[in-house]
Structures are given as C-alpha cells and as structure tokens.
C-alpha cells in the first residue's frame, strides 16, 4: 500500500507522443551537468556558515563548543536521522521528484537562516537544511548508477563531486566577501536562490531513468529497514566502507569545519583574505583532486578489484601529511601551499567510495546502501567532529592560548586518518588474495 507521498512521487507511464521529449529528458551527459549543480548548491549553502561563522560567534557571543553546534551538530543530526527514510523512499519513488524536492526545501531553509534572531532559531533552520540535503547524494549516485557502466562510473561520480569542490570555491570567496562588506545574513539570503531555481529545472526537464533491477528484487517495506540494514552491515566490503566513513568523515568533516577560524586566530588573517585561500585551497584544489580521484579509481580497478580501498588509504595519509604541515608550520605561505595540497585529497575518497558501493550495493537496496554512509558521516562527522574540535579546544584553552589550543585539537582528530589507511590497505589486500585463490 502506496502512503500520499509515495502516489505523488510516482511516475507516470510516458505516452507514445512524448517518446522523443523523454529520450532528450534523460541524455546522461544533461543529467550529469544537472547533478553536478544539485552537488554545487549542497556545498554552497551547507558550506556558507563556515565562512562566515567567527561573524555569528561574535555576534550571538558563542563559545566554540555552541560555535561547533550550530556549524556541525544541528546539520549533521537531522541529517543523519532524515537520512534512512529518504533512502527507503529512494528505493521506491520516482527518484527526479524526490531529490528536486529536496534541493528547493534546503535552499529555501538556507535562506531562512539569514533570519535567525539568535543561537535557538539559527540552531532550528540548519536542523532543516541537514534534514532536506540528506537525500542530495544518495539519489545523485542512484540516478548515476542507472545511466553509466560501472567501468565509467568512478570517473562521473568524481565530476558530479566536483560540484561539492564548486560550491565551496562560491561559498568561501563571495561567502567571505558578502559577508565582510554587507553582513553575514545576506550571505545566507543570497546563497539560497540558485537551488531554489535548479529544483524547479530539474523536476521539469530530467524524466526518470529506468532502474537496473530484476523483477524479484522488489523494494522491501518500511518494517524490514532493520533486517536490510543488518543485512548490509554483515557484507565484508560494505561493513569496512561505512566503518571507513565514520572515520573519515571525523577527520575531513571536524577539521574542514575549523579551518577559516585557525587562519583568522593563528596566521590573524582578515575574513575576506581567508575566503580567497579557502576558495583555491579547499574549493580548486579539491575539485581537481576529487576528478583527478575518480580517474585514478577507474584505473586502479581495472589492475586490482581492491583499486578503490587502494586510492582512499592512500588519499587518507597524503591528507595527514600534508594538513599536520598546514597547522604546525609558523610560515603564513607555506602553511597556504600545504593547506592547497590538504585540500585536494581531502574530499578526494569521495569517488572510489561511490564507485564500490555501487558495486557492492545489492540493486533493490541501492537507495538504502547508499545512503548509510552519509548518515553515518552526518552523525559522526558532521553532528560530533566539529564539536569535538571545539570542545577539544575550549578543554584545551585553559591551558594554552586560543589559537593554539585549536591548532592541538584539530591535529589530535586528524591522527584518525592512521587506522583508516591501515583499514582501507589491508582489505584491498584481502580482496586481492581473494580474487587470486578464486582463479587458481
């Protein structure tokens, strides 16, 4: 039995008239180009509170841990408790509607966030983007692995991730120069408008793609959510993907969240010098690094099943290296040059995960497969890893001044990314041997 929502969502059966409308509406390349948007406008407006928030610090006078709320916790927790529902209705509804209501929804609530009148009401409109951009990536990678091979599919989900890159150029540049010259609000008020527009596109003009899954692969029912889970946690490859991802998204998600804030206190840059080198730093660099990561998961995985494992270990100590650099050099252009070099591996995990979970996702469990590791990245390491950063540093600033302490915080959450290499390198080497004994 079909709920309103669903019976809404539906698609209805193309009539022989608009044959030829619908082969246009689902060109892979216009949906590509479409994806790639919805992922630049994820970025943007979940991106614009960094930028700006040592603005909303001082003025609602917040200490780094509420700082951390508002930044990590309210998104990542409605994020990640919104996140298993929308995947469920991945798995069943016309997947087009779903995520152009979903884009409208969170960049209308981006907009209501220049609204906020203090720490409550800007604590309850993220909750609301968190909640409405938890479907943006697991319906862009199901509608992805439905219009590409999956020799091609590492090298697109790096494109469309490319988008997240994008968003964080716009949003650290013209975030951190709106915000200097007429106010942190109007950042908010700005920023919301593109995704508003792209919603109301990508409903009229992208038709549902036909779903790769046989007959008997039926979409499972609200009360079997459990068993299907345990059900994905219990596969090899899955379960060390979505530990991985806990992981990783502490280290990227908790870090990332600070790094505006250790420029302005340690270096004592200005916001509008520290938009422009987070705009190249953690919105070029990332981009090209994140591309760059999906062509070299395609090719590893034509030389070893493990490829993907492979580029995230090592993509995972680069990051390590090169941000312990970054925060401990006392030298403002070196620490900019390791900060460009952080920047381009730090998303770069993004494709080769999307690539092996697509490979590894049962067909009718796609939705839900999908999305796991983005709840558990919002609960982990949006919700809790730049919280923790702050608290770490509100602890540690008893001790040691301001900026230091957030310099030992971050760095003491970067050293995750050693047991997630080690993790991610030996079960490449599983799936190897594996692979090896099979063919002898």
Partial sequence: MSTPLQRSLEEPEPSRASALADAARTRPTYILVLLTAVAFCYQLDR????????LVKREFALSDTQLGMVTGLAFGLANGLAGIPLGWLNDRVNRVKLLAICVFAWSGLTTACGFASNFATLFIARCGVGLAEAGGTPISLSLLTDIYPAKQR??????????????????????????????WRAAFLLYGLPG????????????????????????????????AIGHLVRQPGLRVLFLGTALTS??????????????????????????????????VCATLGTIAAGYATDWARRLTPGGPFLVISATSLINLVFASLALWTDHTGLMIAALCATGATTTAYLAPRGAALSELAPPHLRGLTFTLPIVISALVGVAMGGVTVGALSDLLARRVESGEALRLAMFLV???????????????????????????
């Fill in 196 to 227: 508003i527009a792209l919603g109301l596109i990508f409903a009229t003009t992208v038709r549902e793609p036909a779903r790769s899954r046989s007959a008997n692969e039926r979409p499972i029912a609200a009360k079997a959510i459990p068993q």
């Fill in 154 to 183: 590492a090298s697109k989900i790096g494109i469309v991730s490319a988008g997240y890159g994008a968003g964080t150029v716009v949003s650290s540049l013209a975030g951190g120069y709106v915000a200097a010259h007429f106010g």
């Fill in 250 to 283: 502490m280290t990227s998600g908790g870090v990332s969240a600070w790094w505006a804030s250790f420029m302005m206190r340690t270096h004592h840059l200005d916001l509008p010098t520290v938009g422009l080198i987070s705009t190249v730093a953690l919105g």
């Fill in 414 to 440: 970067l050293l995750v990314h050693i047991p997630v290499a080690c993790m991610y390198l030996f079960t490449a080497r599983s799936m190897a041997k594996r692979e090896a004994a099979a063919r002898n």
């Fill in 47 to 54: 991106n614009v509170l960094y930028v700006t928030q040592e």
